[in-house]
């Protein structure tokens, strides 16, 4: 792949001059299929050594492209925002909505490569590093985000010759300085060495490199501008590498005549109670703990993540209550989690909670959460057993790298019968304040117990990790509950504290 961009290519000027306006035409009249289907977004993640021309490509697509739905999206030295959230934080922010293009300079590539060129990172870790991007790139290909990665390619010599000419300032433009750790030429020969391994370890049938040689300005453009139509094409043509993938029609789902006998909910005892003054006793000594716990000093490099998921009017909302009388508003959010936006159905449907993970110091409670992709999602059939069926791992992914940043992370699902349920409907009809809460939905939901019980046994044995394990509540009680939950929260933020 490297080898080949090796070799000489050059491009006269009288004959970019002739291929540029048949290029242009034909990329803006891709961009306008990609536009008008909103199936399917573009990232370009533009790399290579520093004076290989990243700003100059950039600049020339700018040029060439619908600049109205076109974005750059650039990243740096890591600000304060960024060191405070796990890696792919800002990335996720970035994503473009279906129908845009992304221009990325600096990626999800930059630090492995930098660490691998520096020694910092051996062989075992590298490979480790570029396994996790090859499965995000996967989930971005499946959920609609298409990827076209460049490396604009320059022997060392060469850039090294560019780069000492245009600090003596003989050109009187900026340069995109992407490696200014690795000077020297050593330092970049390992540079060359670890683009090529990730060249081997990340090109993939749905985002493969693209190895374009860099030496000639002319050549560079319109190789870039001929591989980015070609990728446009495949994105919008049926079939295509990159096609538009379809959208399942919502429909009934039919519960079956027999399901897998077994539940998971079934092993808790819903008799469970605690009487009033216990409960009174109990829950304040867990509120202190809580505060004690996220006001402490060693919580400034943590964060907290909550998930609340259960059975409707299992009693979600008034635990909450009870969870935030014990913590500085300043420092959490509660995020309600209803039906996607058209904004959120435009991107990935984890970019919803990656834009709500808190930062360190901060706290997170989502009232329903990323499950509802293999919860309510699949029962009622408004994505494909094929979607719901790799979410798991998407999510199991999605987890790990919020511990891996030091985020604490609780997930509960509060468990009550149909017939404590039917009893908190009534009620919740019969009191002018509380029919709010009440849905045709909810009612609906009823006639699919079968089905949610055999999606939340799922759930439950798949994403029930070390770092993210389930706790299950007995939810009958809402006083047991709400102690339970707390005192889980409690134990959990104190054992992370004292790591």
Same mark, same amino acid.
């Given at each position: 792949?490297?080898?080949?961009?090796?070799?000489?290519?050059?491009?006269?000027?009288?004959?970019?001059?002739?291929?540029?306006?048949?290029?242009?035409?034909?990329?803006?009249?891709?961009?306008?299929?990609?536009?008008?289907?909103?199936?399917?977004?573009?990232?370009?993640?533009?790399?290579?050594?520093?004076?290989?021309?990243?700003?100059?490509?950039?600049?020339?697509?700018?040029?060439?492209?619908?600049?109205?739905?076109?974005?750059?999206?650039?990243?740096?030295?890591?600000?304060?925002?960024?060191?405070?959230?796990?890696?792919?934080?800002?990335?996720?922010?970035?994503?473009?909505?279906?129908?845009?293009?992304?221009?990325?300079?600096?990626?999800?590539?930059?630090?492995?490569?930098?660490?691998?060129?520096?020694?910092?990172?051996?062989?075992?870790?590298?490979?480790?590093?570029?396994?996790?991007?090859?499965?995000?790139?996967?989930?971005?290909?499946?959920?609609?985000?298409?990827?076209?990665?460049?490396?604009?390619?320059?022997?060392?010599?060469?850039?090294?010759?560019?780069?000492?000419?245009?600090?003596?300032?003989?050109?009187?433009?900026?340069?995109?300085?992407?490696?200014?750790?690795?000077?020297?030429?050593?330092?970049?020969?390992?540079?060359?060495?670890?683009?090529?391994?990730?060249?081997?370890?990340?090109?993939?049938?749905?985002?493969?490199?693209?190895?374009?040689?860099?030496?000639?300005?002319?050549?560079?453009?319109?190789?870039?501008?001929?591989?980015?139509?070609?990728?446009?094409?495949?994105?919008?043509?049926?079939?295509?590498?990159?096609?538009?993938?379809?959208?399942?029609?919502?429909?009934?789902?039919?519960?079956?005549?027999?399901?897998?006998?077994?539940?998971?909910?079934?092993?808790?005892?819903?008799?469970?109670?605690?009487?009033?003054?216990?409960?009174?006793?109990?829950?304040?000594?867990?509120?202190?703990?809580?505060?004690?716990?996220?006001?402490?000093?060693?919580?400034?490099?943590?964060?907290?993540?909550?998930?609340?998921?259960?059975?409707?009017?299992?009693?979600?909302?008034?635990?909450?209550?009870? =969870?935030?009388? !014990?913590? *500085?508003? $300043?420092?959490? %959010? /509660?995020?309600?989690?209803?039906?996607?936006? @058209?904004?959120?159905? #435009?991107?990935?449907?984890?970019?919803?909670?990656?834009?709500?993970?808190?930062?360190?110091?901060?706290?997170?409670?989502?009232?329903?959460?990323?499950?509802?992709?293999?919860?309510?999602?699949?029962?009622?059939?408004?994505?494909?057993?094929?979607?719901?069926?790799?979410?798991?791992?998407?999510?199991?992914?999605?987890?790990?790298?919020?511990?891996?940043?030091?985020?604490?992370?609780?997930?509960?699902?509060?468990?009550?019968?149909?017939?404590?349920?039917?009893?908190?409907?009534?009620?919740?009809?019969?009191?002018?304040?509380?029919?709010?809460?009440?849905?045709?939905?909810?009612?609906?939901?009823?006639?699919?117990?079968?089905?949610?019980?055999?999606?939340?046994?799922?759930?439950?044995?798949?994403?029930?990790?070390?770092?993210?394990?389930?706790? =299950?509540?007995? !939810?009958? *009680?809402? $006083?047991?509950? %709400? /102690?339970?939950?707390?005192?889980?929260?409690? @134990?959990?933020?104190? #054992?992370?504290?004292?790591?």
């Amino acid at each position: 792949m490297f080898e080949s961009a090796k070799a000489e290519h050059r491009l006269e000027k009288a004959a970019f001059k002739a291929l540029e306006p048949g290029l242009r035409e034909d990329l803006l009249n891709a961009q306008a299929q990609l536009i008008d289907q909103r199936r399917r977004s573009l990232l370009v993640l533009i790399h290579g050594p520093d004076g290989a021309g990243k700003g100059a490509v950039l600049n020339r697509l700018y040029g060439w492209l619908d600049v109205r739905k076109l974005d750059t999206l650039t990243y740096e030295s890591p600000c304060r925002d960024d060191a405070d959230h796990p890696p792919m934080w800002k990335y996720w922010r970035g994503l473009p909505p279906f129908g845009e293009i992304g221009m990325m300079l600096g990626s999800w590539y930059h630090k492995p490569v930098c660490q691998r060129a520096l020694g910092a990172l051996g062989r075992t870790g590298f490979a480790s590093a570029m396994e996790e991007i090859r499965r995000f790139e996967a989930m971005l290909n499946a959920e609609g985000v298409s990827l076209l990665k460049i490396w604009l390619y320059l022997d060392g010599e060469e850039a090294h010759r560019r780069l000492k000419a245009l600090r003596k300032g003989a050109y009187q433009r900026p340069v995109v300085r992407e490696w200014a750790e690795l000077e020297g030429e050593h330092a970049r020969e390992r540079l060359a060495a670890a683009a090529e391994d990730v060249a081997r370890l990340t090109s993939t049938d749905f985002a493969p490199w693209q190895v374009v040689p860099a030496g000639d300005d002319a050549y560079r453009d319109a190789t870039v501008g001929s591989v980015l139509l070609d990728k446009l094409r495949a994105m919008t043509a049926d079939g295509g590498n990159g096609a538009s993938r379809p959208r399942p029609t919502p429909s009934p789902t039919r519960v079956p005549k027999s399901l897998p006998t077994f539940s998971i909910l079934s092993t808790l005892d819903l008799t469970r109670t605690l009487d009033k003054d216990d409960y009174e006793g109990q829950i304040a000594r867990e509120q202190s703990r809580i505060t004690r716990a996220t006001v402490a000093p060693r919580f400034e490099g943590r964060a907290l993540v909550l998930a609340f998921e259960g059975s409707d009017a299992a009693g979600k909302s008034s635990t909450i209550m009870r =969870l935030r009388q !014990a913590l *500085d508003p $300043r420092r959490f %959010r /509660v995020y309600p989690i209803a039906a996607p936006t @058209d904004e959120a159905l #435009a991107r990935p449907y984890l970019w919803r909670f990656w834009r709500h993970v808190p930062a360190r110091g901060r706290i997170a409670i989502f009232d329903r959460s990323w499950y509802g992709r293999v919860l309510v999602e699949r029962v009622e059939g408004l994505v494909t057993p094929e979607q719901w069926g790799r979410a798991y791992g998407e999510i199991n992914d999605f987890e790990a790298q919020l511990a891996d940043s030091g985020a604490v992370v609780v997930k509960f699902w509060l468990a009550i019968s149909q017939e404590e349920q039917m009893r908190r409907f009534a009620e919740r009809e019969s009191i002018p304040y509380k029919r709010f809460k009440l849905t045709p939905e909810d009612w609906r939901n009823r006639e699919k117990w079968p089905l949610y019980e055999a999606a939340i046994t799922e759930m439950v044995d798949r994403t029930s990790t070390r770092v993210a394990p389930w706790t =299950l509540v007995e !939810a009958e *009680d809402k $006083r047991f509950a %709400r /102690v339970k939950v707390l005192r889980t929260v409690a @134990d959990r933020l104190e #054992a992370a504290l004292a790591e």
